[in-house]
């Protein structure tokens, strides 16, 4: 399941020395991040890792209008993955993304992405092969080798773990004493997700955040309360972050020359 609906507001906010062509400008204008022109449509490459990771369906939360998608879809005319789409009617959230494609689980187990971070492919066959649901949680050192500044690192809600390794809070804005209370290394979540059905009903029961938005982590820890574990693997691995233009740059230079075969 891939979280394509954002509204990809910093996307098209302006500023900054950032040079873009013109079809990286009329896409960010728009904050079409998965079909931001790289060498290829950032869509391609998030595509490509699924499909080394050994998954065989994708689903794509996307906005009604998404014709640009389906577009792009029918003419990559994927042979490793059958896409499908599912609409989120409004930008309520990302427990509300997860919960529109619930049809799409059929009650399997599946993982969830972000659909403007690119996550190695090693990454999700660690998610694939643990058997039960869980998450990616990122050594915050790995993730200097990819192109989010440190101090935005720095600012990113910290794991707290059980001594088994499973999760038992997601703190958000932690304080520098909450991190110091953590074990080493500290740990982060990208939003890269293997949930089972029950993540569903937990999303039903979020009420909206501070923000005004149903957000995942809130049903994450609903679920958590309920009963629910979520096995964390850690890993030392960079994540691409393609949020805001001004990192159009770095992310095409990483992906250049990456194989896609979807």
């Keep these: 399941m891939i979280l394509a609906r954002g509204l990809g507001t910093r996307m098209r906010r302006g500023g900054g020395p950032t040079k873009l062509s013109a079809e990286q400008s009329t896409a960010a204008d728009v904050g079409a991040k998965a079909l931001m022109p790289l060498d290829r449509p950032f869509l391609d490459y998030l595509l490509h890792a699924a499909a080394a990771a050994g998954l065989r369906r994708v689903c794509m939360v996307v906005a009604p209008d998404h014709r640009a998608i389906r577009e792009h879809l029918d003419r990559l005319a994927p042979r490793r993955l059958s896409v499908e789409l599912a ?130 982590t809130d049903a994450v820890q609903s679920a958590i309360q309920a009963g629910a574990t979520f096995q964390a693997v850690v890993v030392n691995e960079p994540v691409l972050d393609l949020s805001s233009r001004s990192d159009i740059a770095a992310v095409t230079r990483a992906l250049a020359g990456t194989p896609v075969d979807v």
């Design 87 to 216: 609409v989120q009617d409004q930008p309520h959230g990302t427990a509300d993304a997860v919960a529109a494609a619930e049809g799409f689980a059929g009650g399997d187990e599946f993982l969830c992405l972000n659909g403007d971070n690119y996550y190695p492919a090693g990454v999700l066959c660690r998610l694939v092969e643990l058997g039960s649901a869980g998450l990616a949680a990122f050594d915050r050192r790995g993730l200097l080798r990819g192109n989010i500044p440190p101090e935005r690192i720095n600012r990113f809600a910290v794991l707290e773990l059980g001594a088994d390794g499973s999760l038992r809070r997601i703190i958000e804005k932690p304080t520098d004493q909450q991190i110091a209370r953590l074990h080493q290394p500290v740990l982060v979540s990208m939003n890269c997700w293997r949930f089972g059905p029950a993540i569903f009903e937990a999303c039903r029961r979020v009420q909206p955040s501070p923000r005004g938005e149903l957000e995942l």
